[in-house]
């Protein structure tokens, strides 16, 4: 079976700090995978997608960027961390071809 | 406009009563309908979809479409408080990313 790892679970940072987070997904290969943002009150915003190694797609401008440097492997990063950056991070995979996504427990960010 | 758009809620209603989550879109490219339920601080969870119109079931939910009126249902039978999440309708247009455009996600509240 498939399974999607986030981490770290919680993390409160200050203005300006940097960011890694990271995800992975186990029992699957070539999966599309997916960072998604979740602010208070709202849906889900797409910030990044990825159909394999070294391919990002960006959907949204901001000072968020994303790798994918293994198969299996998501990393959300930011070199200067904003207020508004705060949010509950979601990492999300589907098979090629698939219309079913799955997501990963989550990570929460509060920028301080 | 929004492309998708939720009643946020909450909706609170007695256990075992008939429950109707509802959405509307804007683009009538989307082809497949995703319905995500999400416990408080927990990644969403893919509970059914449908693909075009009609109705899906699956044990105590249905999911109805009708494009012609681009509007989105989740219907639940005898509610059960573990019931008690938010509820996001998830549209996508397909294509090899399928990607998915979230409505904002209603709160339901079933009391026991």
């Known amino acids: 079976s498939q399974t999607i790892h986030q981490w770290p679970a919680t993390l409160v940072q200050p203005v300006g700090s940097p960011l890694s987070l990271e995800c992975t997904v186990e029992?699957?290969?070539?999966?599309?995978l997916y960072w998604y943002r979740q602010a208070a009150g709202r849906g889900l915003q797409l910030l990044f997608y990825?159909?394999?190694?070294?391919?990002i797609s960006s959907e949204v401008p901001q000072n968020l960027s994303a790798s994918r440097p293994q198969d299996r492997q998501f990393i959300l990063s930011s070199k200067k961390l904003l207020l508004s950056d705060s949010g509950f991070y979601l990492c999300?995979?589907?098979?090629?071809?698939?219309?079913?996504?799955?997501f990963g427990p989550g990570t929460r960010l509060t920028v301080t | 406009q929004k492309e998708v758009e939720q009643d946020p809620g909450p909706l609170s209603v007695p256990e075992g009563a008939i429950v109707s989550l509802n959405c509307t879109y804007s683009?009538?490219?989307?082809?497949?309908f995703m319905w995500y339920r999400q416990y408080s601080r927990k990644g969403p969870e893919l509970l059914m979809y449908?693909?075009?119109?009609g109705n899906k079931e699956d044990g105590r939910f249905t999911a109805q479409v009708d494009k012609s009126s681009k509007y989105i249902s989740l219907f639940i039978r005898d509610s059960q408080p573990s019931d008690s999440a938010t509820y996001l309708c998830?549209?996508?247009?397909?294509?090899?990313?399928?990607?998915?455009?979230f409505g904002t996600g209603t709160l339901l509240a079933v009391q026991p």
């Open positions: 999300a995979w589907s098979r090629q071809g698939s219309y079913e996504q799955y």
């Open positions: 990825s159909v394999g190694i070294g391919q």
């Open positions: 029992g699957t290969s070539n999966p599309n």
């Open positions: 449908t693909y075009s119109s």
């Open positions: 998830a549209p996508g247009k397909g294509g090899a990313t399928n990607k998915l455009i």
């Open positions: 683009n009538s490219a989307f082809q497949y």
